[in-house]
């Protein structure tokens, strides 16, 4: 370790406040941020912390660090730190914490928490505040992009999904023909798919030429026995490891002790959706090579037929009136989770177009698919990266000049 670094303890560096201490007034509705060890939980009209600072769960999920770059409130049963630019930089404080595993130093009472006096006693060793101010510099600008890049998916998948939308749900390009005029933002080839005029089926006005049908109709739950024999090694999926059409993670681990649930095969666009709490939004769609995937059987296993684009099916079980209604039914259900089965939701009613308008939508929407997957790659190398420098960074075996900013 350089010289210049300093050992030291938690306690001493940036002592954890207890929420439980601050004053007991009323809170009223406002703009302030209220954070708890869960994150934000509500606004107030009055900080307590008049500045930046950072909030440490103590009960619940304990250990979790939000980072609050304004004034705040923090809860009761939540520690903080306030900043103090004198004494440290705030932001490498909030990155030497993530080093720490706060989780573990549990108070070992009926109710998990964090205890302090372990935390406090924890040594460390830290550089002076330029060299803190540049290694802060530099793991921020990493999470920086990675948000930047989940805002901009955000926004491309809201522009997608307003599109679909228009065309199936609203049918604004038929509305528009029957109107007399052309198809906003739409060449003629493709508005030439569109009919002009509606005709009558069991769900109410449809475009002529389109088919009322349900999901049991165009799609199957599939459930394929993984053969282990094939394969040394594997990437095990639970319902925990899928989030918002993203796989949380692709570690490959040896098949030996797997869980009992950890038997289905999945094959490229297939969509996986769990059978528990909907709203939840534990679902993916599998456009990978996915040989080496063994799913868990609390997953549904999606597949369309040949009448449906399987970007389209999946659109159609993962909008929001979609999720909505499957978290009715799992809620209505009798058992310990809210859950569905393929059985209780393949009535789930869908207005079929023709397959050149659902390619015409594809090819329309699929650069916004592409960015959107290339924006999760980029993000991904630089949650490897930026993990793999924390612990560097913050133990001075990877040195930065102290004059960078």
């Known amino acids: 370790m350089a010289s210049e670094w300093r050992e030291t303890t938690v306690g001493e560096f940036c002592p954890f406040l207890y929420g439980k201490n601050l004053p007991s007034e009323k809170r009223r509705p406002g703009s302030v941020p209220v954070v708890s060890s869960a994150g934000i939980s509500g606004c107030h009209d009055e900080a307590f912390v008049k500045t930046k600072g950072i909030v440490i769960g103590r009960k619940g999920t304990v250990g979790s660090l939000t980072y609050c770059d304004k004034p705040f409130w923090p809860i009761d049963t939540a520690f903080f730190i306030k900043e103090d630019p004198a004494l440290r930089d705030l932001r490498f404080t909030y990155y030497l914490l993530k080093t720490l595993n706060l989780s573990d130093m549990n ?3 009926a109710v998990p ?19 803190q101010k540049a290694i802060a510099k530099i793991l921020s600008d990493l999470d920086d992009k990675i948000e930047l890049n989940r805002k901009m998916n955000a926004t491309l998948e ?50 002529q030429g389109w088919r009322a049908c349900t999901l049991d109709d165009i799609a199957q739950n599939c459930s394929i026995t993984f053969d282990f024999r094939r394969k040394p090694e594997v990437i095990f ?37 769990s059978e528990i709490r909907p709203a939840n939004k534990r679902y993916a769609y599998v456009d990978f090579d996915s040989s080496d995937y063994v799913v868990s059987t609390k997953f549904m296993i999606i597949r369309g037929s040949k009448e449906i684009h399987p970007r389209l099916l999946y659109r159609i079980l993962t909008a929001k009136e979609t999720l909505d209604e499957f978290q009715v039914q799992a809620e209505s259900r009798s058992g310990t989770f809210p859950q569905i089965t393929f059985d209780s939701i393949s009535h789930l009613p869908i207005v079929l177009p023709p397959m050149e308008v659902q390619e015409a939508f594809q090819k329309t929407v699929g650069s916004l698919d592409a960015q959107i997957q290339l924006n999760k790659q980029q993000s991904h190398t630089l949650v490897n990266l930026r993990d793999s420098l924390l612990p560097n960074l913050l133990s001075g075996e990877v040195r930065v000049g102290g004059n960078r900013v």
């Open 113 to 131: 928490g964090l205890n302090r006096e372990n935390a406090h006693a924890r040594i460390i060793c830290v550089p002076p505040r330029p060299e």
């Open 158 to 207: 809201q522009i997608a999904r307003a599109l679909f939308k228009s065309w199936f749900v609203d049918f604004d390009p038929v509305r528009a023909k029957l109107d007399g005029k052309q198809p906003a933002g739409m060449d003629k080839k493709t508005a030439d798919l569109f009919p002009g005029k509606f005709q009558d089926s069991s769900f109410g006005p449809i475009p």
């Open 107 to 109: 108070s070992d009472s």
């Open 237 to 273: 999926i639970n319902t925990g490891d899928v989030l918002d059409g993203d796989f949380l993670h692709s570690k490959r681990i040896t098949h030996v002790g797997l869980p009992g649930q950890a038997k289905k095969s999945i094959r490229p666009d297939d969509i996986l959706f």
